[in-house]
């Protein structure tokens, strides 16, 4: 069964500093990965996928996630944190024939960003 | 355009109270879905409704019931409410690809508590 772990529940970096955000998760094959953001009262929304290709992904807002097959990873960064990025993050993890039913999600990191 | 709506935002209801839960989207997607987010657990699969007049459950059914009234509006029913319903709504839809993932849309969530 595929699974996503997202060990870190809370991050607190400071704006104009670096953030790695990190996601493990347990799938037979290569499957599609997904980093959401949720802000705070508002849905979801994608930040960027990965299936194949070059394993640096680049997303909106400025993030980009790398895709490591032999860590079992797929950690977002950003390299300067603006306050507007506070929000909750999640990865998630799909089978390759599609279909979000199948989409299991993490549990969420919480960032929190100081001035 | 809208996007994905979802009414109501808000809403407290008793043990044993019955309520539905509207969603409707102006994408033409044929995919929509029902998620419950609860703190430090993700978003769970509710149901979901892969094309207009068909309905699936998801990972937790039990409790609720669908309706793909149309193309644009799917409704989440609660027919008894229990205090462990208590959580976040939302509604998501899509476009489906066979081996892939078109961007999923969420909405903005309703907070339902049960007392």
């Known amino acids: 069964a595929q699974s996503v772990t997202q060990p870190d529940i809370h991050i607190t970096v400071s704006e104009g500093a670096s953030l790695e955000l990190r996601c493990n998760y347990s799938?037979?094959?290569?499957?599609?990965l997904f980093w959401y953001v949720q802000s705070p009262g508002q849905g979801l929304q994608l930040l960027l996928k990965y299936f194949s290709g070059d394993t640096l992904v680049q997303g909106i807002k400025g993030f980009e996630a790398e895709f490591k097959r032999s860590q079992s990873s797929f950690n977002l960064r950003k390299p300067s944190v603006h306050w507007s990025d506070a929000a909750e993050y999640f990865c998630a993890v799909g089978p390759p024939s599609g279909g979000y039913q199948k989409v299991t999600f993490g549990t969420g990191t919480k960032l929190q960003v100081i001035p | 355009n809208a996007g994905v709506t979802q009414t109501p935002k808000f809403q407290v209801l008793k043990t044993g109270q019955s309520m539905t839960l509207q969603c409707a989207q102006d994408m033409n997607h044929n995919s929509m879905y029902w998620y419950r987010q609860d703190p430090g657990m993700g978003l769970r699969l509710i149901y979901y409704?892969?094309?207009?007049?068909?309905?699936d459950k998801g990972e937790v059914p039990n409790g609720y019931n669908v309706s793909r009234l149309n193309k644009r509006e799917f409704s989440l029913r609660l027919e008894s409410a229990a205090p462990s319903q208590t959580s976040v709504y939302f509604c998501?839809?899509?476009?489906?690809?066979?081996?892939?993932?078109?961007?999923?849309?969420f909405g903005p969530g309703t907070r339902l508590t049960v007392l």
């Open positions: 998501a839809s899509s476009e489906v690809v066979t081996g892939s993932y078109n961007e999923q849309f």
């Open positions: 799938y037979g094959a290569t499957p599609y």
């Open positions: 409704s892969a094309s207009e007049g068909t309905t």
